[in-house]
């Protein structure tokens, strides 16, 4: 699925391109998709395409159009200190974007089909929070993950503020997926070739909003033989209390980070740029690409309900193939300086200590 929006060079152009097209319409929405590289979550060699808006699968490794995402976390308007849970987590790519808005207090689980896609993704958050500069820029939930068929939850599972289900539901399995929901808490899934978002408003009351036409794979079922005995329910990770040493970490990480400049503000700020360059920014009309086999096929669909759509739909189908070119000016590309581990590394404290504020990381 995707297409909508042209490539980008690399992971900045592609949010640019999203935002220019109001896929992404906050500022919360923005800054998550900007912190976390698309690109850390291929392998190396498909690299290169990681800032199409395009799915990409590679064996058991799935990962939904970038366009969709930006759907997605619109939609699920997070907020920090929430309860996540990820159906079919996949590479944990949405689930890490996540937990840099749900914060330190928030909770964040995913359940994926296959072991070797949860190992992917435990390397790539390893990566991540030994590497990039954002989880020092953001207070981060980690994400947990249990291997697992999302259909088989233990039925007395704790319930959740918010859901996402990365492949596509049975209208059968509405209701199963709408009882994971705390009352108040908004799940958003693809069931009957629409993303749609559900309110929960009441113990039995549920309202519903299609927010863009899809074409998902479908959630596995669990295959089961005559006679065969039913498999062990999956059981979702506890939700734990942090300990008072966690605590303070992430109180002392959070004063030095408020005491630090703004860096959006202080343009005193050490910041290098890094280059100058002009973008052309292009338009297009809505792609899903539907796998068949290892291939990827174009199909041209209909976005509903939403006005950002509406202006496309209004052009020529000939010109929207063609695309619509606009110079949007020149673009400073701004390189972030890493205070907060500054700051750490200036603390008049033992050297281990400083170390457990900076989660062991040596970057
Ligand atoms: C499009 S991918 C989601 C990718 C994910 N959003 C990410 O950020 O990488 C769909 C995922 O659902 C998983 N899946 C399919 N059926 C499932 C099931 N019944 N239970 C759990 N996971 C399932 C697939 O293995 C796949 O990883």
Not at 170 to 175: A, F, G, L, S, T
Not at 294 to 316: A, R, T
Not at 333 to 349: E, F, G, H, S, Y
Request: aromatic share 8%; proline share 5%.
């Amino acid at each position: 699925m995707g297409g909508a929006v042209s490539a980008g060079e690399d992971n900045d152009d592609l949010i640019d391109n999203l935002k220019e097209a109001q896929y992404i319409r906050t500022d919360m929405v923005e800054q998550a998709f900007r912190a976390i590289d698309r690109g850390d979550y291929y392998l190396d060699a498909y690299r290169d395409s990681a800032y199409k808006d395009l799915a990409w699968k590679n064996g058991n490794i799935h990962l939904s159009a970038p366009c969709i995402y930006s759907e997605v976390m619109e939609a699920l308007k997070l907020q920090p200190g929430l309860s996540f849970l990820n159906l079919g987590s996949g590479t944990g790519y949405l689930s890490t974007m996540v937990g840099l808005t749900l914060g330190p207090y928030g909770v964040n689980h995913g359940v994926e089909l296959h072991r070797d896609v949860v190992e992917y993704a435990l390397d790539k958050l390893d990566y991540f929070i030994k590497n990039s500069d954002s989880f020092d820029k953001f207070e981060f939930c980690e994400p947990v993950f249990v291997v697992g068929n999302c259909l088989e939850i233990a039925t007395d599972s704790h319930q959740y503020d918010r859901i996402y289900c990365g492949a596509g539901v049975q209208k059968d399995h509405e209701n199963y997926m709408k009882v994971l929901l705390k009352i108040g808490g908004i799940l958003v899934m693809p069931i009957d070739d629409q993303l749609t978002q559900i309110t929960r408003t009441g113990q039995s009351n549920w309202e519903s909003k299609n927010i863009l036409a899809v074409s998902f794979a479908p959630l596995v079922q669990q295959s089961r033989g005559d006679g065969e005995k039913a498999p062990d329910s999956v059981q979702l990770p506890p939700v734990t209390v942090r300990s008072l040493q966690e605590l303070s970490r992430v109180y002392i990480r959070r004063t030095l980070r408020s005491l630090a400049p703004d860096d959006d503000q202080d343009k005193s700020a050490p910041r290098v740029p890094q280059k100058r360059k002009r973008r052309r920014c292009r338009r297009r009309r809505i792609n899903t690409y539907v796998f068949v086999g290892n291939q990827l096929i174009p199909q041209m669909v209909d976005s509903e309900g939403e006005d950002h759509n509406e202006e496309e739909h209004s052009k020529e189908p000939e010109e929207e193939a063609e695309g619509e070119e606009r110079d949007i000016g020149d673009i400073e590309i701004i390189k972030q300086v890493n205070l907060l581990r500054d700051q750490i590394l200036a603390l008049p404290l033992p050297e281990p200590l400083k170390a457990y504020l900076l989660y062991f990381r040596e970057k």
